[in-house]
């Protein structure tokens, strides 16, 4: 049962370029989304969120952009740079729930090429 | 904020038999988790304590799992008799109030 899907396993891109990466979601009752990036033998690292109440936050290079009606998240990172890859990671939230549990897609591997 | 430090970064076991995965320091937060990923697989929730016991555990954490808070600042993950299948990295987490978590490092399970 995946309520969070990326159905891209990989993306490459060239430095200086937009990446977008996108990622669905089934489960209406989620209402906050997050994107993690992991590096090789590293642990997730929290990289820029959204509540279900907006359609766009901005971070320096990092943009998520939501769509509920579609159920659909996507994160842009503008320019690209070589450091940026990694695997991003979209999770999802439902805040009614007493956990804050996690529910994440399986990873989109991003690769920028110099 | 302190890092989440786990250990051992890598672990190999005989199947069969027990091991325990600490997580540390852990201090005056609330929320803890385990997750796992399997090679190649999505992140997986394991687990959330809260308050110093269990508040959700999914279809994985089986009666082979436990969790503890042994002393207020370790987090163990002891799996009792390990399979196979439960190759994989573990990672603990905590709540960081604002939705995000800080994930350790992680363990890497390996079952031979």
């Known amino acids: 049962d995946q309520q969070v899907k990326q159905n891209s396993p990989s993306l490459s891109v060239q430095e200086g370029r937009i990446s977008i990466l996108n990622c669905d979601y089934t489960n209406s009752m989620f209402d906050y989304f997050l994107w993690y990036k992991k590096y090789p033998a590293e642990g997730p690292t929290f990289l820029i969120s959204?509540?279900?109440?907006?359609d766009k936050n901005e971070d320096g290079r990092f943009t998520v952009f939501l769509n509920k009606s579609a159920k659909h998240l996507s994160l842009h990172i503008v320019p690209s740079q070589p450091g940026d890859s990694a695997v991003y990671f979209c999770?999802?939230?439902?805040?009614?729930?007493?956990?804050?549990?996690?529910?994440f897609g399986k990873g989109t591997l991003l690769t920028v090429n110099p | 904020e302190p890092e989440v430090t786990q250990t051992p970064s890598h672990q190999v076991t005989q199947m069969g038999q027990e091991v325990i995965l600490r997580c540390v320091p852990i201090s005056n937060h609330l929320y803890f988790y385990w997750y796992r990923q399997i090679l190649g697989q999505k992140v997986e929730f394991l687990v959330s304590f809260y308050n110093n016991e269990i508040s959700e555990k999914s279809e994985i954490f089986d009666d082979q799992f436990s969790v503890e808070r042994p002393d207020g600042s370790n987090f163990t993950l002891k799996i009792r008799s390990t399979k196979l299948e439960d190759s994989a990295m573990y990672f603990c987490a905590r709540g960081t109030g604002n939705y995000g978590y800080t994930f350790g490092s992680g363990t890497r399970l390996t079952v031979v």
């Open positions: 959204i509540s279900s109440i907006k």
């Open positions: 999770a999802a939230i439902n805040s009614g729930g007493s956990n804050y549990k996690l529910t």
